[in-house]
Structures are given as structure tokens and as C-alpha cells.
């Protein structure tokens, strides 16, 4: 099992910036993607942002310039810095992860943070 805690998100004014923090941990081997994806009321879950092992990353198009992802190996835990946000922007932000982790035997999934609050006011 993998646990992914999220920090860093909170009320902000439109064109401020926040920093969130989703950090991994448990009987992991190996953290293979991961990713930061929101969910708005009443729409679907989309992916934010994505970062492979590599550092490989990957955007949606309405934060592409404003957001950066990355991750620190060492560590197992991956960032998404926020800039020039704007009101639709709010949302709950998750953190995914793609891990293999080990117990009896070698179990790859993919985890879910718990969420965080990102509100950004006009």
C-alpha cells in the first residue's frame, strides 16, 4: 500500500500563486508516474499535470505557462507550483501516483491522495 499526503492548498486572490505538496511513502520500490488532477463541483476529474521517473512532463492546455511540475526521487514526493491562478482554477486538487511497492509479492497500482482545497478569488 501507498499513502499520498497532499499540503499546500488554501484560498488565494486571483493572479497569486500557491505550492502543492504530495508526498508518498509505504513499502514502495519504485514511483513510476505521477500527477496532479482536479476536480471542480459538478464536472469531471481532469489531469492537471503529469511527470514521469524521468522528469518528463506534461500539461493541460489551460495551465500551460502558469503551472510547473516536479518531483524530487529522493524524497517520493512530487510538487505543482501555481502561478498567475485564476478563479477557475478552484478546485479539489489530487495527487496520483504509479507505484510498485512489495509485501508477500511485487504489486503494482496506481494511489489517490486524499485531496486538497484549492479556492482562487476574483
Known amino acids: 500500500q501507498v499513502q499520498l499526503v497532499e499540503s499546500g ?9 500557491l505550492r502543492l505538496s504530495c508526498a508518498a511513502s509505504g513499502r514502495i520500490i519504485t514511483l513510476y508516474d505521477m500527477g496532479w488532477y482536479r476536480q471542480a463541483p459538478g464536472k469531471q476529474r481532469e489531469l492537471v ?3 514521469t521517473s524521468g522528469g518528463r512532463t506534461n500539461y493541460a492546455d489551460s495551465v500551460k505557462g502558469r503551472f510547473t511540475i516536479s518531483r524530487d526521487n529522493a524524497k517520493n514526493t512530487v510538487y505543482l507550483q501555481m502561478n498567475s491562478l485564476k478563479p477557475e482554477d478552484t478546485a479539489v486538487y489530487y495527487c496520483n501516483a504509479d507505484a510498485l511497492t512489495t509485501s508477500l509479492y511485487l ?5 489517490w491522495g ?9
Open 107 to 111: 504489486n503494482r497500482n496506481v494511489y
Open 114 to 122: 486524499q485531496g486538497t482545497q484549492v479556492t482562487v478569488s476574483s
Open 49 to 51: 499535470a503529469g511527470i
Open 9 to 17: 492548498g488554501g484560498l488565494v486572490q486571483a493572479g497569486g500563486s
